[in-house]
Each structure stands twice: as C-alpha cells, then as structure tokens.
C-alpha cells in the first residue's frame, strides 16, 4: 500500500484559495488512481474529486464543479486540490486517498480508496 500525507490546509476567507497538497511513498503511485474527500462535524464524507492514474480522467462533486481543481505530478509522486472562490461550506477535514483498481473513476466507489492520509483541516470564514 501506499502511505499519504496531506498538507497547506489553513484558515482561509470567503472567495479565497488554498492548494492541498498530498504526497505519497512508495514506487508505485503512478498505478493508483487518487481522489479528495472532505468531512464536516455532523456531515457525511464526500469525495469532491478523483483523478485517474495517468490525469487523464478526472471527475468532480457537483458542490465543487468549477471551483476547485485536482492534478497529479507522478514523477514527484504528489497530488493537488487547488481550490478557489472557497466557501464556508467547504470547511472540513481533506483526506486523500489512493485506490488500486482497475476502474473507470466514474465508477468507482468510495470503498475502492483503501490508503489514507491522516488529514488536513480547511476552514473558510465568512
């Protein structure tokens, strides 16, 4: 399995940006497809977006559509949520997470993203 960690959440305003950042151990990221979820106190986890191994097929929450942004550099083995016009809504805890399977992301279940990263609070002011 691959091991996450996830950075650059923060305080942020009304209208602002953050970039989440999730780095990933081990030699094989570039065979994992990654996705964003978020988490709010009372609110069940969402996965706001899913990038598949190459960057190539990408899928977003209807809640995000236009705002933010997912990429991957698997020569860094990294991933990114660039997020913009933020919301205070949009405040929670942003996991990553990796799955290992061979599936169209648009198919994809939250139960397919077996590694997770411990993290990051985001917290939007109004």
């Known amino acids: 399995q691959v091991q996450l960690v996830e950075s650059g959440g923060g305080l942020v305003q009304t209208g602002g940006s953050l970039r989440l950042s999730c780095a990933a151990s081990g030699r094989t990221f570039s065979s994992y497809a990654m996705g964003w979820f978020r988490q709010a106190p009372g609110k069940k986890r969402e996965c706001v977006a899913r990038?598949?191994?190459?960057?190539?097929?990408?899928a977003y929450a209807d809640s995000v559509k236009g705002r933010f942004t997912i990429s991957r550099d698997n020569a860094k083995n990294q991933a990114y949520l660039q997020m913009n016009r933020l919301k205070p809504e949009d405040t929670a805890v942003y996991y990553c997470a990796a799955a290992l399977v061979g599936k169209n992301i648009a198919t994809m279940s939250d139960d397919d993203f077996t590694s997770w990263g411990q993290g990051t609070q985001v917290t939007v002011s109004s």
């Open positions: 990038i598949n191994w190459s960057g190539g097929s990408i």
